[in-house]
């Protein structure tokens, strides 16, 4: 191990160097910090039990955007990831992704491919823990939204049952009444002397579940 006159030292190994400044903390780039026997610290593994890390048979981490690939070396994989863990729970999330911005700038000046998406993984865009308490009543709200989606079947059902061939949609609604429930309950809001209300498009294959809960209301 040598000390560079910016005080931080280099580790010769088959990584090829890895770079640690005079704090302990490894520096930009360089892979994760590990024991001399590849174990992460105890004080890194005690903040990584916190948050446990759902991995798919074969010691492949469970992918959040749904892709699969075949992992070449799991350990490794496994002690990136418990680094990037051990960042967002000591660090936070801003030095976390300050530290992946500056890992993908490198890996483009080294020429390697970053993959590439459009599309983004089906999850909360914040943590759970900042968010905020629910401003409905779940168990009401879901026993209405459960009979407007059953007088939307049984609006699209009589009335092929009256003229045949007529056709309807009812799996567009069922699909989707999650979704307007929230919008009709919490963020659509109806004219009043102040503002003119919100114009709201309806796609028109929900239409029996809109005037299902019209229905409801008495409208």
């Not at 990831?81 to 967002?88: A, E, K, Q």
């Not at 629910?134 to 939307?152: C, K, M, Q």
């Given at each position: 191990m040598a000390t560079?006159?910016?005080?931080?030292?280099?580790?010769?190994?088959?990584?090829?160097?890895?770079?640690?400044?005079?704090?302990?903390?490894?520096?930009?780039?360089s892979p994760p910090r590990v024991s001399a026997n590849g174990a992460l610290a105890a004080a890194e593994r005690a903040a990584l039990a916190a948050s446990p890390m759902t991995i798919v048979?074969?010691?492949?981490?469970?992918a959040?955007?749904?892709?699969?690939?075949?992992?070449?070396?799991?350990?490794?994989?496994?002690?990136?990831?418990?680094?990037?863990?051990?960042?967002?729970?000591?660090?936070?999330?801003?030095?976390?992704?300050?530290?992946?911005h500056a890992i993908e700038q490198e890996a483009y000046r080294l020429g390697v491919p970053i993959p590439f998406a459009t599309t983004t993984p089906y999850i909360?865009?914040?943590?759970?823990?900042?968010?905020?308490?629910?401003?409905?009543?779940?168990?009401?709200?879901?026993?209405?939204?459960?009979?407007?989606?059953?007088?939307?079947?049984?609006?699209v059902v009589r009335a092929n049952r009256k003229e045949e061939g007529i056709g309807g949609h009812i799996s567009s609604y069922a699909s989707s009444a999650t979704l307007y429930e929230v919008g009709f309950n919490h963020f659509f809001r109806g004219r009043t002397?102040?503002?003119?209300?919100?114009?709201?498009?309806?796609?028109?294959?929900t239409s029996p579940g809109i005037d299902a809960r019209a229905f409801l209301e008495g409208r």
């Open positions: 560079s006159e910016s005080g931080a030292e280099r580790v010769s190994g088959d990584n090829g160097g890895v770079s640690v400044r005079g704090d302990g903390e490894p520096a930009v780039g048979p074969g010691g492949q981490p469970e959040a955007d749904g892709t699969a690939a075949v992992d070449a070396d799991p350990s490794e994989t496994r002690e990136w990831l418990d680094s990037l863990r051990y960042v967002v729970n000591s660090r936070g999330s801003d030095r976390a992704s300050y530290l992946l909360n865009t914040i943590p759970a823990s900042e968010q905020p308490v629910y401003p409905g009543n779940h168990e009401l709200e879901t026993r209405i939204s459960n009979i407007i989606r059953w007088n939307a079947m049984a609006m002397e102040d503002q003119p209300g919100d114009l709201v498009y309806i796609q028109g294959h």
